[in-house]
């Protein structure tokens, strides 16, 4: 039976790429993920990014998020031994998406509405079928979004909103990695050894004993720390420095 989307997926403003919400952390990107694997019935879900420059023998996928379970290690890398040298020449070339049939004959990924805007990967390589949605936003944004499963149906409407919505998630996690960068920039020693302290269960006459400095500049650097992480108080701050690898 063919999965029939929700009738308010076939309107034009659904599939547009608009400013969500600000996400803190790629676990934020997560049930955007679930919430897309769940529309398609997929089993699993992993978002890859293209790392290296020039020719297409000297860049590698790197897998960003998935979802693969105990198996990830093995299944990834099964993944990548299949089909990486084919997704990493398709994404200079195309943006369609590539989908393949698992080994299985009645493991397969179909779109009988929308076959003429998808290109198929060489079958029977994986014990799973699969799509793969491109997404191109220049050097540093360019991977995929990859949904696998026993058996796939898609129709058009599916495949655009969910290519819609992988070109939003990359941007997102391009978004992240720039905040990080800004922030790592951003933070002083200083900053970044008040938070370590207060990380650590340090209150700030703790710190500022430690730190040779005063009570009053020991929270001034928490509170410009705190700012400059885009946090609303000092809790959130060293989450996230934690998050960011800013301190442990």
Not at 10 to 33: C, Q, V, W
Not at 71 to 87: D, M, Q, T, W
Request: proline share 4%; aromatic share 8%.
């Amino acid at each position: 039976m063919r999965y029939q989307p929700d009738r308010t997926m076939g309107m034009p403003t659904e599939s547009r790429l608009t400013r969500s919400g600000r996400i803190s952390g790629r676990s934020d990107l997560f049930p955007k993920l679930v919430s897309m694997q769940k529309l398609i019935d997929a089993q699993h879900f992993a978002v890859y990014r293209l790392h290296g420059s020039g020719l297409p023998h000297k860049q590698r996928l790197v897998c960003e998020l998935d979802n693969w379970g105990s198996a990830n290690s093995v299944v990834g890398k099964s993944f990548i031994e299949a089909y990486g040298e084919a997704l990493i020449e398709h994404v200079d070339k195309s943006l369609l998406p590539l989908m393949w049939n698992g080994r299985d004959s009645d493991s397969t990924a179909e779109t009988p509405d929308f076959a003429a805007f998808t290109q198929r990967l060489k079958p029977h390589l994986l014990p799973f079928a699969g799509v793969a949605f491109p997404v191109r936003l220049g050097a540093v944004g360019n991977g995929y979004t990859v949904f696998t499963a026993k058996f796939m149906d898609l129709s058009s409407d599916m495949i655009v909103e969910l290519h819609g919505r992988s070109c939003q998630l990359m941007m997102e996690l391009l978004s992240l990695d720039e905040r990080r960068s800004q922030a790592a920039e951003a933070l002083s020693e200083r900053e970044i050894a008040c938070l370590q302290l207060a990380g650590d269960g340090r209150i700030s006459e703790e710190i500022a004993e430690k730190l040779g400095l005063s009570v009053h500049t020991v929270n001034a650097y928490l509170g410009s720390a705190t700012i400059k992480l885009d946090s609303v108080n000092r809790i959130q701050a060293i989450a996230k420095a934690i998050r960011f690898g800013y301190i442990s």
